[in-house]
């Protein structure tokens, strides 16, 4: 294992996506001179393999190969295909914010103003010399990560959202990303802060127009709920079967503040979600939650890193996995308690059912602790259906796929379980039933 | 919390010159010139007068070496090792082949009569490090013993009584002289010479070690055990260590090391490799006990260490369990190749660590063979100022159907200045693999300590009961006259780490 | 008339060790037969064989049920026709309430038969019906199914469910382990207002204790995979008396 030579630089390829791109990527000065360090920080790291640790099980020089082209600005053909995709999508008097292959699209975007939001697009921020701080929004605090310093270097576009103090809107706020063009990939970044004592919910759909073929969506959400604040954040990923998702979340709560996240994945060839969540005030709590539903030769990857930075937080992660013919799914979770975070409650219990024989499920659940009055566990089960309760149900009557779909449903209840809203937990439950249905 | 201050304050007096077996001997040694160069690897392989193929996989384990980097994936920081600072052979000086027990230099008899050991029969038959009234009225147990001091073997009892069961007990060295195919058929074939850094620099340079073949259908007659002293300073201790139980034998081996404290590390790289063939069994145990440095983390023994079983044959059963005290770094992964169809791995595991140690240990379970299964139980406590981190591989194979594990690990806090950490990696790739890991990380329940001592007892006697309580799943795998030890250890591993 | 069950000469194996060696019997519609036996004398073999249930291979011998071939038919082909295993330890589903279920259950059940589903309402009033006379509370049917029940719940949802599916050949398997006088007795009860003139029972027990509260027709002594001796209820107090080692020797 220590004789592995790493490819420490990009091939010419991928060096060239940034150069061909640079001219069209929204600002100037403080703002290029963040993309290019970015820029040059993935190009020295190149597409993460299974040597760098955190990528261990999503070797993205195999899976991903190369990082495709950026899109082209949408055109009114491009817009019309975007708007029949989302028919389909419309969560039930949610606030739509629509980005079609990287770009804002107001023509298909919910307009209306609303009491206590504020919507600005990231292009005009980055664009705007006025703004002040524009080059931070390229910045994260994370720990350094190529794909996310891929995403600071080429992002073209992505929601800026302020949720006023003590705001309670009405209507979830559903950011929907559609890819139209094929072999393209589309880079967004959205910002959303959401004062002290504000209550919001925020939908993320990531969708392919018909005819969208093995396209990139590169996402990344930085996100920052105040004291007191509530969020309830759902993940619906969506994409065409042969297209890749690699989305980062990066949140950082206040004192009191409930966070409750769920990503849901059923599409996409190759899909990495990785969220760092801090806990930067205490007596705040955290659930972040997730299922995968993956097929054929899927590939999902969910990696979250919790930081119990202070005492008295409490956090709980659920997930589940269902994976099927050679599908592949990665769950990370890492829990680091710092120091000092003395009364953190942190739990993790992921789950993964094996439904082939060429299915594959590697969990990685991880504890770090530093301060010794904490309460801490995780716990990791894979296999198969039990064959025991599917016996039974077939013994009172239900053929065997019945039997199955009854069993992956209460599989995948407990996770599912947890969407407090209704309607949006009735969206991912209908998600799990109509992939049990593909299933036949 | 009057109490919790207390048990900082203590933290911090927290002093491991308690540690027993910190003594030096004098003695004469016979040492290889300092550093590393294939004249090294030359001299070694000359002084144990080995054939030559032996010098030829040493050479060519020692070229592979230079190629390699040292592996920094673990939990554990220390400074850079000057591999050419180190004394890779020494033995203690002698004149001649040794024809009995008699002419083992009398200062060494003294070492391990002052840590215990047994290395004249007699004693050994009139009861094995016991513990006073704990085992009266029970025939004692006998234990075989191969004692290794700095680079060499000075001893082997009951090589007589074994060899009449057919089980051959000795040093590797003589060994690679006397069995010459057996050591060339298994050596390496477990951990091979190019397997890790670690591994790699003992292929090169290993002095010594136990050689143990049980022969198809026997079961061991005693329990077997070697134990390990390193005493000349600036000496690395690179034993290598193969097991082969044949068809249907059974073989429990123990494994015991100290060191005297000295203010430099000191290196000790240890391979272990054991073969399980059909039907056969090993139970391998480790009482770790190396000097783990004083209280500002100055000194102590850097163990990096390989062991790793092979249940080469079906039905065949490899369990490791160990008790681990000391070291001021502890790299430690005991693992088991599920290769025979309804083979059986188990890991029990005590890791302790206060002062300044860092332990990072734990354990794979690789599940290649049909119907197989393994079973982890660890328990780490960290106390002090330490480090304490498991890390743990379970995988199945697309053609290991049936694989079962159950893996616990959980860790115990004492103090706040202290780490304890949980990496376990699950890897299945087979629908019928059921795999269970759960992990918890707590510390001493306030209201348990403060129940003990409405009951009566001493803070550190209740903390001492909680521990005890808490490891003894694993203990309950020592054999006996090792898990008295072992709790004793324990004790006294974590004395002053709490008010 | 046909009979309802009739099993010939059957031999069944689980791995490499004949547990059945040639069993047969004959049950018709109205009847109720008990069989009896020490513990791995095969009475559960059975049971399961004839449910269906994986890991069992029949090396010989048949059965019919209805006429049909019972062992070409899947466990859910088999239940639609009305075979009704009353498992000894039903298991626990957590995530799937127990309304769930029985809705679920039975439709698959009626729509294999070409029968219409069950309207919502219809179903609703159907089991409440069966729970109250059983005296299972409605908030025991929102639980996962069998989900922190005790033995005596299991038992009587395992009787809620003969209720509502109407089977034709009801097999309970040691229905009394694991429940004291009372429960044995509410379970029994509701198990007795089921016979009919149109369906049968085969109930397997080693005591006969049982047997004072479902009274059978007829008695069946297994031995070592072998049905060794068949007779009237009187043979159940018989061996009551004299207990199974007469016929583990016959057997032998």
């Known amino acids: 294992m220590n004789l592995a030579l790493v490819k420490p630089t990009m091939d010419g390829a991928a060096s060239d996506v940034f150069a061909i791109a640079r001219d069209r990527l929204p600002g100037k000065g403080p703002v290029a001179e963040v993309r290019q360090a970015a820029f040059e920080d993935f190009a020295q790291k190149g597409l993460p393999h299974r040597r760098v640790e955190e990528w261990k099980y999503t070797d993205l020089r195999v899976l991903l190969r190369e990082v495709a082209p950026l899109a082209a600005p949408p055109d009114q053909a491009v817009l019309d295909r975007a708007k029949k995709t989302l028919a389909s999508l419309d969560v039930n008097g949610a606030h739509r914010l629509v980005l079609v292959d990287g770009a804002f699209a107001p023509q298909l975007s919910d307009t209306t103003s609303e009491a206590g939001v504020a919507v600005q697009t990231l292009r005009a921020m980055l664009e705007n010399a006025d703004v002040a701080a524009r080059a931070d929004l390229l910045r994260t605090n994370v720990a350094s990560d190529a794909m996310i310093s891929l995403n600071s270097a080429m992002a073209t576009d992505g929601a800026v959202i302020d949720v006023t103090e003590n705001a309670a809107p009405g209507k979830p706020i559903h950011i929907v990303h559609v890819a139209t063009q094929s072999k393209a990939a589309a880079f967004t970044r959205s910002l959303v802060k959401v004062a002290n004592g504000a209550r919001v919910t925020l939908i993320e759909s990531f969708v392919g127009a018909d005819g969208a073929a093995g396209y990139q969506a590169h996402d990344s959400v930085v996100l920052w709920a105040g004291d007191g604040a509530d969020v309830q954040h759902i993940r619906l990923v969506e994409d065409a079967r042969d297209a890749a998702n690699i989305a980062t979340a990066i949140v950082t709560l206040g004192e009191r503040t409930q966070y409750r996240a769920f990503n849901l994945t059923s599409g996409g060839a190759v899909c990495r979600y990785q969220a760092f969540l801090r806990f930067g005030g205490q007596n705040a709590h955290a659930d972040v939650n997730g299922v995968s539903l993956l097929n054929g030769r899927q590939h999902a990857d969910n990696t979250l890193v919790l930081d119990h930075a202070v005492p008295n937080c409490t956090s709980n992660e659920v997930f589940r996995a269902v994976v099927d013919d050679q599908a592949h799914s990665v769950f990370q979770g890492r829990i680091n308690v710092h120091p000092d975070a003395q009364k953190t409650d942190a739990r993790m219990m992921t789950r993964a059912l094996l439904l082939s024989d060429e299915a594959e499920a590697d969990n990685k659940p991880e504890l770090e602790i530093f301060a010794d009055d904490v309460q801490c566990g995780h716990g990791a089960t894979t296999g198969a259906l039990d064959d025991s309760l599917l016996f039974y149900l077939r013994a009172r009557g239900l053929p065997e796929k019945e039997a199955q779909a009854l069993l992956i449903q209460a599989f995948v209840g407990e996770a599912m379980e947890s969407i407090a809203d209704e309607t949006l937990r009735d969206v991912a439950i209908a998600t799990a039933e109509r992939w049990l249905a593909a299933r036949g | 919390m009057p109490a919790e201050l207390e048990t900082v304050e203590r933290v911090r007096r927290i002093d491991v010159d308690q540690y027993r077996y910190g003594f030096e001997t004098i003695i004469e040694s016979d040492k290889a010139p300092k550093g590393l160069s294939e004249d090294i690897v030359r001299f070694i392989s000359d002084k144990k007068d080995e054939p030559e193929w032996m010098l030829e996989w040493r050479l060519e384990a020692y070229r592979r070496w230079l190629t390699m980097q040292e592996p920094t994936w673990a939990r554990v920081d220390y400074p850079k090792i000057d591999y050419q600072d180190v004394y890779y052979y020494s033995a203690p000086k002698q004149k001649k082949a040794l024809a009995s027990l008699d002419e083992v230099d009398p200062e060494i008899l003294k070492t391990y009569e002052k840590l215990g050991i047994p290395l004249r029969e007699q004693e050994v038959l009139a009861g094995v490090v016991r513990d006073e009234g704990e085992t009266d009225g029970e025939a004692p147990r006998r234990v075989a013993v191969d004692a290794v001091f700095d680079s060499v073997s000075v001893a082997t009892t009951f090589q007589a009584e074994l060899k009449k069961a057919g089980v051959i007990f000795m040093p590797i060295s003589h060994a690679l002289r006397e069995h010459p195919d057996l050591v060339k058929k298994y050596l390496g074939t477990v951990v091979p010479t190019s397997d890790n850094f670690f591994a790699t620099l003992n292929s090169a340079v290993f002095s010594d070690g136990s050689f143990v073949y049980v022969p198809p259908g026997v079961r061991c007659p005693m329990e077997l055990s070697t134990y390990f002293r390193i005493n000349e300073r600036n000496t690395g201790q690179f034993e290598r260590t193969l097991i082969i139980a044949d068809k249907g034998s059974y073989v429990s081996y123990l494994e015991g090391c100290t060191a005297p404290q000295r203010d430099e590390n000191q290196l000790h790289a240890a391979v272990v490799e054991l073969i399980a063939l059909d039907d056969a069994e090993i139970k391998y145990s480790t009482v770790q006990n190396w000097y783990p440095g004083n209280s500002e983390g100055k000194g102590g023994v850097y163990n990096f260490v390989t062991k790793r079983g092979d249940c080469r044959g079906k039905n065949s059963k490899i369990s490791w369990t160990q008790v681990e005290t000391g070291s001021a770094i502890t790299w430690k992964y005991p693992s088991c190749i599920l290769r025979g169809d309804n083979s059986r791995g188990e890991f029990y595991s005590i890791a302790i660590s206060n002062g300044y140690q860092q332990v990072d240990s734990g354990t794979k379970m690789i599940h290649l063979g049909k119907n197989t299964t393994s079973r982890i139980i660890s328990k780490g406590i960290a106390a002090g100022k330490s480090q304490n981190t498991y890390r743990g591989l379970v995988s199945a194979h697309r053609k290991a159907t049936g694989a079962r594990n159950f893996t616990a690990c959980d860790s115990l806090l004492i103090g706040d200045k202290c780490g304890a950490h949980t990496v376990p990696y699950v890897e299945a790739k087979n629908s019928s693999a059921l795999f269970e890991h759960e992990a918890t990380t707590s510390k001493i329940s306030e209201d348990v300590l403060f129940y003990c001592v409405q009951r009566g007892l001493t803070q550190e006697e209740a903390v001492g009961l909680v521990v005890n309580g808490f490891v003894r799943d694993v203990l309950q795998q020592l054999p006996m006259e090792f898990a008295v030890e072992a709790q004793k250890l324990i004790s006294i591993s974590l004395e002053g780490s709490v008010g | ?252």
């Open chain 3, 1 to 252: 008339m046909s009979a309802l069950l009739e099993v010939r000469n059957l031999q069944v194996r689980v791995e490499e060790r004949e547990i059945l060696h040639g069993l047969s019997l004959t049950v018709n519609k109205g009847e109720v037969h008990a069989i009896m036996g020490p513990n791995g004398s095969g009475k559960s073999t059975l049971s399961h064989v004839i449910a269906g249930k994986p890991g069992y291979e029949v090396t010989g011998g048949e059965i019919l049920f209805k006429g049909e071939d019972l062992l070409e038919m899947s466990p859910d082909e088999r239940a639609a026709k009305g075979v009704f295993l009353a498992f000894q330890y039903p298991v626990e589903i957590p995530g799937v309430a127990t309304m769930t279920f029985l809705r679920t259950a039975l439709n698959a059940q009626r729509k294999a038969r070409g029968e219409s589903e069950y309207s919502t309402p219809d179903f609703l009033k159907k089991v409440r019906a069966v729970a109250a006379s059983l005296n299972i509370p409605q908030e025991m049917l929102r639980r996962g199914v069998n989900v922190g029940f005790s033995g005596g719940e299991k038992k009587r949802n395992e009787v809620l469910q003969m209720a509502l599916f109407e089977p034709s050949l009801c097999i309970l398997d040691e229905m009394d382990s694991g429940l004291d006088i009372d429960a044995l007795r509410i379970a029994a009860d509701g198990v007795n207002a089921l016979r009919s003139s149109e369906r049968a029972m085969v109930v397997i027990t080693h005591y006969q204790r049982l047997l004072n509260y479902i009274v059978p027709d007829f008695v069946h002594v297994m031995s070592k995979g072998r049905v060794v001796k068949s007779g009237g209820k009187e043979l159940a107090l018989e061996l009551e008396e004299s207990g199974y080692a007469q016929f583990e020797d016959q057997a032998a």
